[in-house]
């Protein structure tokens, strides 16, 4: 009887565990919608001004501290966008292994003299530092509150280090929503800026129009790159967090199937154990019964 105990006890942790993954992916799934909303309507935004961009400097030599550009960088700064939660299956880990990909390629050995991380969320903080990463700055809890204003913060400090030459490149790693059960781990060249990409951006380069500019188009581009870079890091922290969001909602469907076919397992397990039990007692009773008559 200790076996079927043992048994029943783990059917009602498992059909407790199956209750907590299905309210968990439902959470989930409240939160991605709400997620993708807020992804979706800064993705046309965030493009445009890059495609603005784009068609300003296209023929020009600008001379902006955001376009400089250095032979033999001596100094990369990372920013790593991860997760505050786990139980997101393979969302952190794969991007954190593109990322050791990355680096391994890029720099040398001691990529500690070459490179700083700037990490937002708990896991991305957690991974580095323990693997000897240089993290000069984290943002733990980033996602609890999430807004432009932090954001902005964040990257300002990096246009800072650039344009005052402490780091002469800076880049820029997270996970693009494709869907809720897909997503592409990116590491992107966000300093110095890179004219000719943003001059790709823009479609309509087969229409040659003439534009008259006020002030000018140097004022404008100056105004308009660092928002360029703020939005390109926000649009980043909407990516990942819709696609952090679909991996958790995945993870958690997952994880209840897995329970109950668990359950169901087990039911059988204490089924058989159970008819066992019955046919060992009956065969007891028989057996003392005709005892009984013999004697």
């Known amino acids: 009887m200790a076996n079927l105990r043992d048994i029943r006890n783990r059917i009602t942790s498992v059909n407790n565990t199956q209750q907590i993954t299905k309210a968990m992916k439902m959470v989930a799934a409240a939160k991605l919608r709400k997620a993708q909303d807020r992804m979706v309507q800064t993705r046309p935004y965030a493009n445009t001004l890059s495609k603005v961009i784009g068609r300003l400097i296209q023929g020009e030599r600008m001379n902006h501290p955001l376009l400089r550009t250095v032979d033999e960088p001596k100094k990369s700064l990372l920013i790593v966008v991860g997760s505050d939660r786990g139980l997101c299956g393979g969302f952190n880990n794969n991007l954190f292994k593109e990322i050791e990909s990355f680096v391994g390629k890029t720099f040398s050995a001691n990529h500690n003299e070459e490179l700083e991380l700037v990490t937002i969320g708990k896991k991305a903080t957690a991974y580095f530092s323990k693997r000897g990463y240089k993290v000069t700055k984290s943002f733990p809890g980033f996602f609890d509150n999430l807004n432009y204003?932090?954001?902005?913060?964040?990257?300002?400090?990096?246009?800072d280090a650039f344009t005052s030459g402490v780091v002469d490149s800076v880049y820029l790693a997270y996970n693009e929503f494709k869907s809720v059960i897909a997503q592409t781990r990116k590491v992107d060249s966000l300093l110095p800026l890179n004219a000719e990409d943003l001059i790709a951006n823009d479609q309509v380069n087969s229409v040659q129009s003439d534009y008259i500019y006020e002030p000018d188009q140097v004022s404008i581009v100056s105004d308009l790159l660092p928002k360029h870079i703020r939005m390109q890091l926000w649009k980043a922290v909407?990516?990942?967090?819709?696609?952090?969001?679909?991996?958790?909602?995945?993870?958690?469907?997952s994880a209840t199937e897995n329970a109950k076919d668990l359950e169901r397992?087990?039911?059988?397990?204490y089924n058989q154990a159970r008819q066992s039990a019955i046919t060992t007692e009956i065969s007891e009773i028989v057996s003392g019964a005709q005892a009984l008559s013999d004697s």
């Open 238 to 253: 909407l990516e990942s967090n819709a696609s952090e969001q679909g991996a958790r909602m995945t993870a958690m469907d």
């Open 149 to 159: 204003e932090d954001t902005a913060n964040v990257i300002n400090d990096a246009m």
């Open 265 to 269: 397992s087990l039911r059988l397990k």
